[in-house]
């Protein structure tokens, strides 16, 4: 529970301090220095633990880190994209459902909890997207940003979903090789895509503070997340772990004031204990 609440707090941060970054620079060349900077502080734990990860283990975490890469910019240009109070908890929301519906396609019907949770997350995404004429105390989301934070969430959660496969069965130690294998990809996929985007426009270099923090928080995030997968029951630790994006919402209130409206609130709360039941069932 103490790994999956320190992943839930240094994911919620590093998805803060990237949206910082990536609204200063460009998504992917706020993608690459952070990856840059998590890779680097895994790179150097790998060498003092040594993990020992088998072929099948390995080959899962390059291809979590492949569909990471794609995360991770969809993710941070939809934080940059909206308010970040309310793209964050929709991220979350729709990471949640597309395992649930997933999982409901194929025949697998779902609980009275998870059911409860379905109706909860869509009642709050209604609320938090809401936009009611005259108001002025709301916080809008364009169309971009609905588009990306749709986006975000699909990938996002795929490439959470093939990681936590890659260290199904193993341990702490398996939990930081596939962490520092998967983080590798994502770098070597992010720097060939910067690689051809320089070659039409020059963006501007992305704030460094920003982004070492959330490199940081990354590297210390995805680690102690699956370390807790590993852990624990799995149920309890996405329970915890959904709670990542209240993180994101509170820096956001806090450092960048955003408002959202009651009704954007409410819906806030709603999808929270729709994620939490969804990640329990």
């Known amino acids: 529970m103490l790994a999956a609440l ?20 460009h998504p992917l060349i706020a993608t690459v220095g ?3 900077v998590a890779l680097t502080l ?56 597309v395992p649930t519906a997933a999982a409901i396609v194929l025949g697998d019907a779902p609980s009275g909890a998870q059911a409860g949770g379905i109706a909860l997350v869509l009642a709050g995404i209604v609320a938090i997207t809401a936009t009611p ?9 364009t169309r971009r940003a609905l588009v990306l934070t749709g986006a975000a969430s699909v990938v996002g959660g ?10 199904e069965g193993g341990n702490a130690e398996t ?36 982004v070492a923090g959330a490199g940081a928080m990354e590297a210390a995030g ?22 990542y994006a209240v993180v994101t919402v509170l820096l956001a209130q806090a450092v960048l004031r955003e408002r959202i409206a009651r009704h954007q609130g409410a819906g806030l709360a709603a999808a929270a204990a729709g994620v939490a039941l969804l990640s329990a069932g």
């Open 158 to 167: 795929a490439a959470f979903a093939i990681l936590l496969q890659s260290v």
């Open 133 to 141: 004429a005259g108001a002025s105390d709301h916080a809008p989301l």
């Open 222 to 243: 995805t680690t102690c997340f699956l370390s807790a997968s590993t852990l624990g029951e799995a149920a309890v630790t996405a329970v915890i772990v959904s709670l």
């Open 34 to 36: 952070i990856n840059l």
């Open 42 to 97: 895994l790179v150097i734990a790998f060498a003092v633990v040594r993990p020992r990860l088998d072929t099948g283990t390995a080959l899962g975490a390059v291809a979590g880190g492949i569909v990471s890469a794609a995360a991770l910019c969809l993710i941070y240009a939809s934080l940059a994209a909206g308010a970040m109070s309310l793209t964050a908890p929709l991220i979350a929301c729709g990471s949640a459902l």
């Open 6 to 25: 320190a992943g839930a707090l240094c994911i919620g941060s590093a998805d803060f301090m990237g949206g910082v970054a990536a609204r200063r620079s």
């Open 175 to 210: 939990a930081l090789g596939v962490a520092s294998v998967s983080r590798l990809a994502s770098t070597t996929v992010c720097l060939a895509l910067v690689t051809l985007l320089l070659r039409t426009i020059t963006p501007p270099r992305p704030p460094v503070r920003p």
